[in-house]
């Protein structure tokens, strides 16, 4: 959920949602946490043609995601949805849909098929996720706490992996690092870097007289994931 825009990720959806409906209809799907994201629907119809959430958080979805960890890692299969992937499915056939941006891989598993084998995919890779999990497994002192974290991670990777050989037709990053380790990892997918911007407006409201630092950054991964 792309708002309020209060973290890293949020903010560059958030923003390339209010860029991109300058010159596209966007018809926006996406897994929410709880009941009060609804209530930010308005806001995303301020860009998007038509929106659509889906609470990942009720019994009934929590109860699928148990008995659903054989196929994937706990990251991507809580955001598995049927009735998501149904209606995606419904869009794209009917409207005359350019291009599909799916937002981190843990959702290319809501991806229909058909979109896959069109090449219509531009995957927006935030992070190497696989690495991100793998290194908050290493920042966990509690070993089995870490050891969970760390077979998650290669689950991940192979959950990429297995979405990567499908048909892509771009991957986009937000660092010049992390697109450079995909290139090495995947050279003939084509890539994209597509760094994260500032409002410059706002900091000319502000006298700076002396040199100052802006830090930009989310430090609450560990009670954002729990497992």
């Known amino acids: 959920m792309p708002y309020p825009a209060n973290t ?3 903010i560059v959806v958030y923003k390339r949602l209010q860029y991109l409906s300058q010159y596209n209809d966007i018809y926006f799907y996406s897994i929410v946490d709880n009941m009060n994201d609804f209530g930010y ?6 860009y998007c043609k038509d929106v659509h959430l889906y609470n990942r ?11 659903s960890l054989h196929k ?23 409207n005359s849909i350019d291009f599909v941006m799916v937002e981190f891989p843990q959702m290319l598993g809501v991806i229909p ?6 090449n219509k995919i531009i995957l927006e890779q935030h992070n190497i996720e696989w690495i991100t999990m793998s290194n908050i497994a290493k ?3 509690n070993g089995i706490k870490r050891l969970v974290y760390e077979f998650e ?10 979405f990567y050989r499908n048909n892509i037709a771009l991957f986009t990053f937000v660092s010049s690092d992390d697109k450079m380790y995909f290139q090495k990892q995947y050279p003939h997918a084509k890539t994209y870097l597509s760094p994260i911007g500032s409002e410059v407006d706002i900091l000319n409201d502000f006298n700076i007289e002396h040199n100052s630092v802006m830090y ?8 954002l994931i729990h497992i």
């Open 8 to 10: 890293g990720g949020r």
């Open 41 to 46: 629907r308005d806001e995303l119809q301020r």
């Open 57 to 67: 958080n009720t019994i009934k979805n929590r109860l699928r995601t148990l008995f």
């Open 72 to 94: 994937g890692p706990f990251a991507c299969v809580s955001r598995s949805n049927n009735k998501m992937k149904k209606d995606i499915l419904n869009c794209y056939t009917s």
């Open 113 to 118: 098929q058909i979109i896959f084998d069109q």
């Open 139 to 141: 920042s966990i002192k």
């Open 153 to 162: 991670s290669k689950r991940l990777r192979m959950w990429e992996e297995k």
């Open 216 to 223: 930009f950054g989310k430090m609450s991964y560990l009670s």
